[in-house]
């Protein structure tokens, strides 16, 4: 056997060896993925010594796991057979029902044939990414933006453009001028991408007086609203806001999850799509993955069928709401010298650092605090981003939380006198426009 | 097992033998130099007198920094010893270990830790009051070892030469002011500039400087990682990674790793695989080959290192070895250094480990506490 690859890998200098023999073989869309020095920081942030205001974790400890399991184990016993089996590509039909009931909470008015179930709405952002956009395509999305998002965009090498956005959500007028600007440019814009609902990570919400703003810009300008909702049910004050969707059916992709209301373990989100997309979401979905889990989709549709969820999404509007004053309150009393967004529901704030400060240089500070957070860079696809970090508050009890943001406070103010002495910040990295992907169960 | 694919291990099969053969070609090593095909001997004649360890703890992990490439190195080892039969227990370092190790009461203890408490010795110190045997060097040589200016200023006793260095506290640039400082560094040291934390691994909060106005930033990174930072001239050469291993008859070094990046060795480099050619053994001549084999068993001596080390050196034009750092407790993550250089000598990893675990029993540190 010859030793000579006949692939296009890229051989080691003669005599030497690289780890990998496939170096060079690549496609162009993994040269992205690198080791990173932040993403190995947080390897400490899931011990229990490190206060990890990082992860965008559920705190399932508030799920009744004992009805739960009940219902689980009946499940398997009665209907084990089917959901065990393979199920269809486009869902459950009996989870789609249950969908409608939930969209409709939000003023969603569909069928359930629009509903495509997927594994996790980040299946849903690959599906509709793989669908649309050719390398070079552009997605607008909001600054700061959903890292997930961007990781998946990127993947399918898009360019992506950030729109700013304010305390009221995406700013329409900036909307307008980017996409005149693009369109001037002669530059096909494909998609976009919001999280109008408790933003993550900015933890602001777009307003209702924006809303047809926004999808009457986005029509005019020919690009289909992505309207990413995973927390849309989490508000703390009053009832649900109606969502772009419900303001238009054929120019919006809706995508919902029950990884934040529910649990992220059993990875299942659904798009609401027009009939035509929807038929090449679910010819795309089956060529990734066949189908989604049954066994978790039934597990769901039991869970929504035999336990009172309405009640208990209440239970965590109320934890997460506490959670929120207790991170909002430690901000004020430890960190004056920065400022923050106060979130109406959801699991983030967004906080700008005191001038002159870099959150990624900033981090390895932070762990040897015994405190984790996620760099603002992680949000942004063009590097920016430096001068911020996300606050997650929905994983730590308020005591955590609190301690958490006085550790927090110590390192800003240590890193401070640093920079200071220095007249800089620190250059972690030589590539700025590297998205930092913090993992799983940090994103 | 591995995921390689087939072919790709008999790639890197046909690659070994290559190696081995370059080695035995080269054999001009010096007395404590493994020679690969004696190597292997030495080995399985030294197992036959060693004690048989059947239960192994391996701690990995930890509240570092460097937890990631613990956590990878702890697994590594522990599916190798494994392979060659040892019970082995992987246990992170948290409030429940004390309990856990006193309860088992392994044999042997490896402290796979990289970083604070697992390299500066007080994890060790902890075994140690345990009474329980480990792999590896004691509490107090690895506090030197770990402190790089300290094993900088062993070594230099020792005769090896080591890049010229300074270390300066965070407190200094703040009573002093930074330029003034920073001015006289390079006044002093000229660049390039090698910036890094005096204590730490993996490359983390490492710059190297060209320029004097990179310097600000670069001590900045270098100081989010620790209070101390050591500024030492920029060796221009070739990199070489020499691992050492304790043998029945002393210290014996293994191929030197040779590293060529397309870039600075960084925490990418190390770890994405693909991004780094190594050369094992390295491009030097047999005499240049001996003096770095050398200059790392004189370092491992020097220091007072036990089990195995790996030093990390720059061979400049002139063939001269110059010492950068020692690692007491080196990486053994699928992209490792040691474990290179273990294979490019022909050695069975679970052999060798087994090999270094035996040898922990009755530990002379332990024996010196008793």
Redesign the interface.
Known sequence: MSTTPTHPAQPAPSGGTRLDPWFGAYAERAHGMRASEIRALFAVANRPEVVSLAGGMPYLEGLPLDTIADAMQRLVATRGTTALQYGSGQGAEELRERIIDIVRLEGIDCHPDDVVVTTGSQQALDLVTRIFIDPGDVVVAEAPSYVGALGVFRSYQADIVHVPLDEHGLVPEALEETLTRLAAEGRRVKLLYTVPNFHNPAGVTMSLERRPRILEIAQRFGVLVIEDNPYGLLGFDGDPLPALRSLDDDGVLYLGSFSKTFAPGYRVGWVVAPHAVREKLVLASESAILCPSNASQLAIATYLETCDWQGQIKQFRELYRERRDAMIGALSEHLPSASWTVPDGGFYTWVKLPDGLDARSMLPRAVTARVAYVPGTAFYADGSGADHVRLSYCFPTPERIREGVRRFAGVVSAERDLVEIFGTSGAPDSDLTDVENPGPNLA | MSTTPA??S???N??RTKTVG?AAENAILAEDVVEPDAATTAGSVADSSLPEVQRVVILAGG???????S?RSGRRVAESLRGAGLDVTVLDV?ASLLSTLAAERPEVVWPLLHGASGEDGSVRDVIELLGLDYVGTGPRASRGAWNKAIAKNVVLAAGIDTPDYVTLP?SL??ELG?QPVLDAVVGRLGLPLVVKPNQGG?A??V?LVTRAE?L??????C???GDLALIEKAVQGVEVAVSVVDGTDGPRALPAV?I?TD?PY???A???????????PA?LTSAVAARVAQTAVDAHVALGLRGLSRSDLIVDSEGVPHFLEVNVAPGMT??SLFP?AAQAAGLDLGDLYRQIVSQSVGSPARAATA
Do not use: C
């Open positions: 072919h790709t008999t790639l890197q046909v690659e370059t509240l570092s920094h460097e937890r990631d490439v956590l948290d965070q640039f703040r930074a993996s983390l909060g710059t990179d600000p930033r670069a001590m900045v990174d100081f989010s990682y040779e060529e870039g960084d925490y990418d190390r770890y994405n695989p693909g991004r780094t050619s190594y050369f094992t491009r699928e992209t290179q």
